[in-house]
């Protein structure tokens, strides 16, 4: 009689199971790589991260360019809407599970957001180093299909709509990308971004750059959406964690809009 049996099916990651339980693994392997016989306490943290989604080692230069990506992006401030959601769900007191996921669901979107990021990505797929297929795209975003999920795009890919011009960090941060990788988007996007602004009519942001920088490591779109959802964590994880600390008085937000008519005072007072 045949056993039958579950497989798992994965190009990623395989399993060989200890001798004496066939549920602990005796080896891991990513991508034919011995993870905690060969990889731990050798390779870093960005060059498993780029062995996980592509499958194969990083070049130098690639290996460079995602760890300044996830320097840029680890913190994108309390300002941020993500970060401003997991802030709320800190100083509101939800598990810390919660404040991620708040963090994730708003940072999901078309404005900031990973989305946003994916859509910039099909537009280097679609445009390459051409300036006329860019100057289209941008005058003219392409519109998805899945309206029920996505709402129409009310700006270009990548721009931010209410800039009046490409802040500091933007800029700092596709300069320090472009060293790691001028032949690429990022150098030529360094090289055609006043003219690209001047065609979407508003500035570049963190969104665009990141979605180049995802460009040249040769990343789909989708894979962007995830990264970038991924790289953004941190940030919201230490601001949900202060706010949690400082307590809903300090909240720097919406301040003067909180009123408690039967506030009982700090814990303890009589």
């Not at 519109?143 to 009046?164: K, T």
Request: hydrophobic letters at 45%; glycine letters at 10%.
């Amino acid at each position: 009689m045949n056993e039958s049996r579950e497989v798992i099916h994965s190009r990623i990651w395989e399993e060989t199971p200890e001798a004496d339980n066939p549920f602990a693994a005796a080896a891991c392997y990513c991508s034919g790589y011995d993870v905690y016989g060969d990889l731990l306490g050798k390779a870093s943290w960005v060059e498993y991260l780029y062995l996980l989604f592509k499958r194969e080692r990083p070049e130098p230069f690639q290996a460079a360019l995602l760890e300044t990506l996830a320097v840029a992006l680890a913190n994108p401030g309390p300002r941020e809407a993500s970060v401003h959601a997991a802030m709320s769900g800190g100083v509101g007191g939800s598990t810390h599970a919660s404040c991620l996921m708040a963090a994730l669901a708003v940072g999901a979107g078309q404005y900031g957001g990973a989305h946003e990021v994916a859509l910039a990505v099909a537009c280097w797929q679609a445009c390459g180093q051409d300036s006329t297929k860019w100057r289209d795209a941008l005058r003219h975003p392409a519109q998805e299909e899945r309206a029920d999920i996505w709402p129409a795009m009310e700006h270009p890919p990548g721009f931010d709509p209410h800039g009046a011009s490409c802040a500091t960090p933007v800029r700092q941060t596709l300069d320090a990308l472009a060293r790691c990788h001028a032949a690429g988007a990022l150098g030529w996007l360094q090289t055609h971004r006043e003219s690209l602004e001047a065609s979407a009519g508003c500035p570049l942001a963190m969104s665009g750059v990141a979605a180049a920088a995802m460009h040249d490591l040769g990343l789909d779109a989708d894979q962007a959406e995830m990264l970038y959802l991924l790289l953004r964590l941190p940030g919201a994880a230490v601001h949900a964690l202060e706010q949690r600390e400082y307590g809903w008085r300090r909240f720097p937000f919406f301040a003067n809009g909180l009123r408690l008519t039967n506030d009982p005072g700090p814990v303890g007072e009589i």
